[in-house]
């Protein structure tokens, strides 16, 4: 099916509240206009669930709501969404593009080459985005003023709806338009996104909208202080390519075969397959849309691990569930994972595959959720373990709890998992402090990583990054890493 193009809360509630706040709380009349949804659309509802609503049964329910989305499906549908209080989530950021490859509204193409030399701002939109259409003075009135910049502006409308918005609104940026693969490629899923590329292209920042309210003036000074700071800012580092030349490769036993390995029934020859095994077909990279995915089988126990250690980060990568399970978990979830902050020897840990860890789970329904790997430990604010779960969960305001040893799974503060499609994974890790986020949304806050030696505890502090192989087809993409200076300060408060 097409692919829906969604308006998160992060980029539209602000002018819906504004709009609104004239006439008291917001009115789906008042909505319609701060989202521009033409006159005579259809507009459908929806509960903060999914689950479809009246006019009348939204309407009651607004005063309630922390955010509001619209949707607007590919078909010119649009849909006018509830959201759940504290589902603030924070744009997954943008890492990498794929080539360039474009055609401006005057017919000539757009290609990497023609960007080279200067920093380049990109801005993504489309016509119907009122965030979009409010930002367009400021990028003007920026673009005047800083001529020692690039600018491009994309769009998946057509070559006419986009001539037709120019031409209303006076924008002053190259257009690109019908360039909805190359967005889906990229990554952009919520209008309006703009990035900052370097001069050899690399991404050095990307977010979603920003503050128009206040005036031309405050706008283009907020837009100067975000593009000072990230082009100080170090580039994201790509760490997955066709030869996957950044990891090596450990395999232990194949799935059917491990249980046995586990538990000491296994034949006395029976040995881990080993390091960069010849011929291994386990992890493999394809080209998709200008991009390098990673296909991992997962029939064979094992990892992809970096060749190089990381200390105060931030990771990101994209995953997608394949089709296929293995023994032992034919019947059970599927499941990956990350492992950070790795060291020693391969094999240390109950499922004898990987080294010495922490791990951002990946599995269905339970991303972002914490394993202990052997004597790794962290400390999670967590409540006990309810009735019918099985660790206990992380709550921001609930007190600090050991995890490590016996107490060594702590479950996601919610399920923030979206079936069949992308899902975006960061990792922000300072000093022995870390924080998973899943889709924009924290899910939990680990503090002083350590591990066990003898018996002395050892802050951990770094170390190398793990992918896993666990008995399910899965696909990463857009696996990238930059360092950080400190805790960025809406995940510092966690740890306070």
């Not at 308006?7 to 819906?16: D, G, N, S, T, V």
């Not at 989305?69 to 549908?77: A, D, H």
């Not at 057509?158 to 001539?163: C, E, N, V, Y």
């Not at 998973?436 to 190398?464: I, Q």
């Amino acid at each position: 099916m097409p692919r829906s193009r969604v308006l998160p809360a992060i980029a539209c509630f602000l002018f819906a509240c504004a709009a609104a706040s004239a006439a008291g709380s917001p009115t789906v009349a008042s909505l319609r206009e701060a989202f521009r949804v033409p006159a005579d659309a259809k507009v459908a509802f929806q509960s903060e669930d999914g689950a479809p609503l009246s006019e009348a049964e939204f309407s009651k329910r607004l005063g309630s709501a922390a955010n509001i989305q619209l949707i607007k499906g590919p078909e010119g549908t649009y849909t006018l969404a509830l959201a759940k209080p504290g589902e603030f989530r924070k744009a997954t950021p943008i890492t990498s593009l794929p080539r360039i490859d474009l055609t401006g509204l005057d017919g000539k193409r757009i290609r990497d080459a023609d960007l080279a030399g200067k920093p380049t701002l990109v801005s993504f939109f489309f016509a119907d985005c009122a965030p979009c259409i409010r930002e367009v003075p400021a990028f003007n009135a920026f673009r005047r003023k800083h001529p020692e910049y690039n600018y491009l502006a994309v769009t998946f409308d057509d070559t006419k709806t986009a001539q037709g918005f120019v031409k209303k609104h006076s924008l002053e940026w190259p257009v690109a338009a019908n360039a909805q693969g190359f967005m889906t490629a990229a990554g952009v899923t919520a209008y309006p996104t703009y990035l900052l590329l370097s001069k050899s292209g690399a991404v050095l920042g990307s977010e979603n909208g920003f503050d128009t309210t206040k005036g031309e003036a405050e706008a283009v000074a907020s837009l100067e202080k975000w593009v000072g700071e990230h082009l100080r800012a170090p580039p994201w580092q790509t760490l997955l390519d066709a030869k996957l030349s950044k990891f090596d490769v450990y395999l232990s036993y194949r799935g059917d075969q491990i249980m046995g390995v586990i538990k000491g029934t296994a034949p006395a020859s029976s040995k881990p397959i080993g390091l960069n095994p010849r011929g291994q077909s386990v992890f493999s990279v394809s080209e998709q849309d200008g991009k390098p995915v990673l296909r991992i089988t997962g029939e064979i126990y094992g990892c992809l691990s970096t060749k190089q250690s990381f200390q105060d980060y931030h990771f990101v990568a994209q995953f997608k569930w394949g089709e296929k399970k293995w023994p032992p978990r034919l019947t059970e979830l599927k499941d990956s994972g990350i492992l950070y902050h790795s060291r020693g020897p391969f094999g240390v840990e109950y499922w004898k595959s990987w080294a010495l860890s922490q791990e951002f789970q990946v599995i269905e329904h339970g991303i972002g959720e914490y394993w202990s790997q052997a004597t790794s430990g962290f400390d999670i604010r967590a409540n006990p373990k309810k009735p019918g779960e099985e660790a206990p969960r992380w709550d921001p305001k609930a007190p600090w709890m050991a995890f490590g040893g016996s107490n060594n799974h702590a479950l996601a503060g919610s399920d923030e998992d979206k079936p069949g499609r992308w899902n975006t994974i960061e990792l922000v890790c300072m000093k022995d402090d870390c924080v998973h986020v899943v889709n924009g949304k924290v899910v939990m806050a680990l503090a002083n990583a350590r591990f066990k030696e003898g018996d002395a505890v050892v802050p951990m502090t770094g170390g190398s990054l793990q992918i896993q192989s666990e008995a399910a087809e899965v696909f990463y993409r857009d696996i990238a890493i930059r360092p950080l200076k400190a805790m960025p300060a809406e995940y510092a408060a966690y740890f306070k």
